[in-house]
Each structure stands twice: as structure tokens, then as C-alpha cells.
């Protein structure tokens, strides 16, 4: 029996957004200049127009965030900026409904997302990272470990306010003040939390958002004023920001893009691992550097786990991202949903067999159908590059020194996903392959306590936990 579902919408009204921003700069809003919109992607009406910061908002963003640093920041003690900390993740619960219906709107990810994942993770991370703010001399650097100054943070789409949690919480804790952009089509909620700053009597100047495109990260990598970068978003604008920094003495912390296998023993528990795939490729469309987004499958089983697959695949509700039903939402941008298209030709073109459940696509905005490749090869451009949508390339093998080379194979190391009902394999493969996080018998776990990042093309150093933020501290004595 096949039960039909209501809409369920949850309601907009929350949200209060004006027709018109301009960049916050020392603790408050000041007006901007070549105003771009932002739109909802699940419908393409524009909810808002942003200001696209040029070099002159950018320099006085940092000037800003310099005095800021040597005359208050730095003066308070870990356990005064902790407080601040502590006020701002109890304020981003008071308002997690708000933050969670902005984040569906201008992302198109599925409220139910960013109810119970994103708003729950941004407000885990400023508690996890206020009850550090005292206890720096045990990080791992020596006593009194010292903070750099000005941190320059750019952002993606993906996870908004999330990706700014993951930024600025750390580097206050450890004494920085901070100039974050946020990515272009994705400013609303990172200008949100900047009320949530003046809410808390954040000092002026200590954080500043600049909205603007990639020209306006450039401006803030190349600003003198800038004594460290965080960035996450492509592997492509990863190496240009390294090599922009390459005869400088700024340090950088880099999380790129990924190419996760998520491999599934044949002694997995199958409907498990289901569950673990779906989740690994379809949580917020994909758009995920840490997907699962290669299956490697034991040949001897790959018939059953791909029929169940489909099976489950089925059920996937498509649609309206604000209906607290909805599986997968709307895909973030016209560009990168033609990025996703042409992967998805390549893939076909190259031999791969193409599969979706049915499913009614809505009319306006921008959409993809959960897709499976079956018949991969490791030539295969969908085996190799980051999709960053709604595609999963399934390969098989037959040993299991196969699947971590195959695994392995691959110029990126940020995830990777182990399925086995045998303790000693989950560790030996655990050991073999060369990813910065890997689940056992799970997959798209977070938590503020634990590191996060990859190794070789998936980007340098950890955020989260203690590793992460010694990246926001020199060593102290
Ligand atoms: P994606 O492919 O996920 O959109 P990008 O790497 O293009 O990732 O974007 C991530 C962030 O980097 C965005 O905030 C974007 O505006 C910014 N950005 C893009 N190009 C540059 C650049 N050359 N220097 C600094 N930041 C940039």
C-alpha cells in the first residue's frame, strides 16, 4: 500500500527580508554598491539584492577588523570571548526556525535539512567552540598559544551558515577577528547572523561580512591587512587562492573538493547500507564535498544492492524544499545545474547505463532527478570528477585489496564510507585508505568535536575539534 502524502509547507512568515543589503563592517550595516540578487532556486523569484564588495569594502572591512583585534579582542581573556560565544549559539537557537526557513529559500535545500541538520550543527559548533575559548593551553601548541590577527574566511553554497559556524567560531574562540564573504548565491543567512552579532554586543569590528563574488574573495586573499585564509569551496579556486598567497607569509587552511567511495562489503548488512548510500549522495542534492559519491559494491552482491537501491530510490519525495516531506530539494544554481547535466551527458556518452525513478519535476526552478550510473569504469569522467549533485556512479570489485585501490584511485582524499558486519575489515580498510574522514557502517556524520578535511587534491589542514582549531593558533611557548 502506497501512502499519498498533503503538503505539509512550512510557513515563510518567520523571515523578514529586505529588498536591499549592504555589507556589515564594523558592527553595522553600511550601504554597497553594483547590487546582484540572490534568488530562490526552487521557484527563481528573487528574494533579495545583495551589494558585490569591491576592493575599497574590503579594505575598510579589514581595517575594521584590525583595530578590533588590537584594542578589544585580543585584550579579553579566553573566558570573556567564550561568553560572547555562548550568547551568540544561544541566540542562533532562540532563532533556528528563522534561520532554517531563510536557509531553505535561498539554498532550495529541504527545510527538514535545515531544521534538524544545518541550524542544530551551526549552534553545536559556537557552544563546542565557546568552551574552548578558556582552555587554549591545552590545544596542543604549548602555553598561551597566541592568535594570528585579521582571518580572512570565503564560504560556499552548500552548507551557508554552516560553512560560516565551521569559520568563525573556531577563530574567535582562539582570539581572531575575522572578514568572511559569503559565496554569491548563498548571502542571506551569513547577513542574518550579522544581526545575531549586534543581538549578542559582538565588539565592533570583530566580525565583518562582505557579500560579492569571486572578484571580492580576491580582493580578501590579496588584502596585505590579512594574516590568514580559510576557504572551502572548489579544488580550481583552492590552488589559485595557494597560489596567490605562495610569496606571502599568510597561512591558509584549504577544504576542497572530494570524490568519496562509499564501499559496501559483501558481508554488509544490505538494507543498512541502502539507507547509508541514499544518504551519502542524495542529502542535500549531493551538493556535498564529502559525498559518497562513488559506490564500490563486492561484484557478488551488486545486483541485489542496486534493485534495493532503485527500490528505496522510488520513495524519494522531489519538490518543494519549504514541504517538511521533501527528500531532495532544488539544485543551488542554473550553473551548476548545467555543470551537473553535462556530467551526466559525459557519463552516458562514455557507457555508463543511466537510471531515475520517475518523478514530476516542478516547472520553475532548478531540478535534478537522484540518479545511478551503473557500468562504471574508473576511466569515466563520472568517476572521476566532482559531480556536486544528485549522481552516483557505481563500480564494482572483487577482492577487497580491489576496493581500496580503486578506492584510493583518485586525485581527491576527504571521505570515504565502509559497509561490513566484520569489525577487523572495517579497521583494516579504515587503515588502507587514504581519506581525512571515513565512516563505518554510517556515512554523513558531523560533529564540532570532530576534525574534518582531506589529503592530497581535497585541500589542507582539519576543521573542527581540537585539530581544527590549531589552525587558528601559532604556537605559544
Ligand atoms: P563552487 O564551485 O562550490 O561554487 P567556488 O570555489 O567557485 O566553489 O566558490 C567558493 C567560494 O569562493 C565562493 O564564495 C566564491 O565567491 C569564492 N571565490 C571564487 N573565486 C575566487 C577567487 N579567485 N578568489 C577567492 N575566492 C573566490
Not at 75 to 80: F, M, R, T, V
Amino acid at each position: 500500500m502506497t501512502f499519498e502524502y498533503s503538503p505539509a509547507p512550512e510557513s515563510k512568515s518567520i523571515v523578514k527580508i529586505d529588498k536591499e543589503y549592504g555589507h556589515f563592517i564594523n558592527g553595522k550595516f553600511v550601504k554597497g554598491k553594483n547590487h546582484f540578487a540572490t534568488i530562490n532556486p526552487a521557484t527563481e523569484e528573487i528574494l533579495s539584492r545583495v551589494a558585490n564588495g569591491d576592493r575599497g569594502d574590503i579594505d575598510k572591512a579589514v581595517a575594521a577588523a584590525q583595530i578590533a583585534y588590537s584594542k578589544v579582542w585580543s585584550k579579553l581573556s579566553g573566558a570573556e570571548r567564550g561568553k560572547y560565544l555562548y550568547r551568540i549559539a544561544r541566540i542562533l537557537q532562540e532563532r533556528a526556525r528563522e534561520f532554517a526557513v531563510l536557509e531553505t529559500l535561498d539554498n532550495g535545500k529541504p527545510i527538514r535539512e535545515t531544521r534538524d541538520t544545518d541550524i542544530p550543527l551551526v549552534a553545536a559548533h559556537f557552544f563546542y567552540h565557546a568552551g574552548w575559548a578558556d582552555k587554549l593551553d591545552y590545544v596542543g601548541l604549548g602555553k598561551s598559544p597566541k592568535s594570528y590577527g585579521v582571518v580572512g574566511q570565503i564560504i560556499p553554497w552548500n552548507f551557508p551558515l554552516l560553512m560560516l559556524a565551521w569559520k568563525i567560531a573556531p577563530a574567535l574562540a582562539a582570539g581572531n577577528t575575522v572578514v568572511l564573504k559569503p559565496a554569491e548565491t548563498t548571502p542571506l543567512t551569513a547577513l542574518l547572523f550579522a544581526e545575531v552579532c549586534q543581538q549578542a554586543e559582538l565588539p565592533a569590528g570583530v566580525v565583518n561580512i562582505v557579500t560579492g563574488a569571486g572578484e571580492t574573495g580576491a580582493a580578501l586573499v590579496n588584502h596585505p591587512g590579512i594574516a590568514k585564509i580559510a576557504f572551502t569551496g572548489s579544488t580550481e579556486v583552492g590552488k589559485a587562492i595557494a597560489r596567490a598567497i605562495a610569496d606571502s607569509k599568510k597561512v591558509a587552511t584549504l577544504e576542497l573538493g572530494g570524490k568519496g567511495a562509499n564501499i559496501v562489503f559483501e558481508d554488509a548488512a544490505i538494507d543498512q547500507a541502502v539507507e547509508g548510500i541514499v544518504n551519502g549522495i542524495f542529502f542535500n542534492q549531493g551538493h556535498v564535498c564529502c559525498a559518497g559519491s562513488r559506490l564500490l559494491v563486492q561484484e557478488n552482491i551488486a545486483d541485489e544492492v542496486v534493485k534495493k537501491l532503485q527500490n528505496r530510490m522510488e520513495k524519494i519525495r522531489v519538490g518543494d524544499p519549504m514541504d517538511k516531506n521533501t527528500d531532495l530539494g532544488a539544485i543551488n544554481s542554473k550553473a551548476q545545474l548545467d555543470k551537473i547535466k553535462d556530467l551526466a551527458a559525459a557519463g552516458s556518452k562514455e557507457g555508463g547505463e543511466i537510471w531515475s525513478p520517475k518523478c514530476n519535476l516542478p516547472q520553475n526552478g532548478f531540478w535534478f532527478a537522484p540518479t545511478i550510473f551503473t557500468g562504471v569504469t574508473q576511466a569515466h569522467r563520472i568517476a572521476r570528477e566532482e559531480i556536486f549533485g544528485p549522481i552516483l556512479s557505481i563500480l564494482t570489485f572483487r577482492t577487497p585489496s580491489e576496493a581500496i585501490e580503486k578506492a584510493n584511485n583518485t586525485p581527491f582524499g576527504l571521505s570515504a564510507g565502509i559497509w561490513s558486519e566484520k569489525g577487523s575489515k572495517v579497521l583494516w580498510a579504515a587503515g588502507q585508505l587514504r581519506a581525512g574522514v571515513i565512516w563505518a557502517n554510517t556515512f554523513n556524520k558531523f560533529d564540532p568535536a570532530s576534525p574534518f578535511g582531506g589529503y592530497k587534491e581535497s585541500g589542507w589542514g582539519r576543521e573542527g575539534g581540537r585539530h581544527g582549531l590549531t589552525g587558528y593558533l601559532k604556537a605559544g611557548k
